[in-house]
């Protein structure tokens, strides 16, 4: 098993451009998360998803969004990027039904905006 | 809403000693607390974590935390510390739920 996969690893945008964050995880995990994290911050959750088709806002989803079209994939979107979007990105799942509540997170996405 | 507390920033200890890394949690519904540590250009690994039963619990890497009802703590432990034990750790907490809310994190440097 892969776990949880992201790409890409660096990135960086111009002001105003737009790209997508790929996450894919191979456990068959039902829930699916988004996080950022800035410098003595900790983790914020950016947006999540409990299946395929459902996706729901987390704490900072201002200037993103998602979609989960398969239970694998749930990419994030930034449009119209801005400087405050410097972070890195992380992807994590997990699965709901065992009662572990354990999230899985991918190596992250290092994002720079200039 | 659930939210822990890490109250120190950095924790310098010696190779050989023992290390602990704090973490408080607010009282509201029933805590499932958890522990994960970040090493440098790296994803979250999840260390350990309670969700009920024994206060004790053991994790990966000789790492254990306690749970501590009446000072609403989850400490991170450790008897016998190794340099290569240096990294972020955070505390997280999610409520029953599925969702982890974090802790600013605590960064440990362990010297030879």
């Known amino acids: 098993n892969a776990g949880v996969t992201q790409t890409p690893k660096f990135r960086i945008l111009k002001i105003g451009q737009s790209m997508t964050l790929q996450c894919t995880q191979d456990?068959?995990?039902?829930?699916m998360y988004w996080y950022r994290q800035d410098p003595g911050m900790g983790l914020k959750l950016i947006y999540y998803s409990v299946g395929a088709g459902i996706t729901d806002k987390g704490e900072v989803p201002n200037g993103y969004n998602v979609s989960r079209s398969t239970t694998e994939d749930f990419p994030l979107r930034l449009e119209l990027a801005a400087p405050s979007q410097t972070s890195v990105y992380f992807c994590?799942?997990?699965?709901?039904?065992?009662?572990?509540?354990?999230?899985?997170f991918g190596p992250g996405t290092r994002l720079t905006v200039t | 809403a659930q939210s822990v507390a890490q109250p120190e920033d950095q924790v310098n200890v010696a190779e050989g000693n023992p290390l602990t890394v704090k973490c408080t949690y607010s009282v509201s519904g029933n805590p499932y607390l958890f522990w994960y540590v970040q090493y440098p250009n790296r994803g979250l690994q999840f260390l350990l974590k309670?969700?009920?039963?024994?206060?004790l619990v053991k994790g990966s890497y000789g790492f254990e935390a306690e749970f501590n009802k009446s000072q609403t703590s989850f400490h991170l432990k450790k008897p016998s510390a190794l340099v290569s034990d240096s990294a972020l750790y955070f505390c997280a907490d999610t409520g029953g739920g599925n969702k982890l809310t974090f802790g600013t994190g605590t960064q440990l440097k362990v010297e030879l």
């Open positions: 309670y969700i009920t039963g024994d206060n």
């Open positions: 994590a799942s997990s699965y709901s039904e065992d009662g572990s509540y354990e999230q899985y």
């Open positions: 456990m068959n995990h039902n829930y």
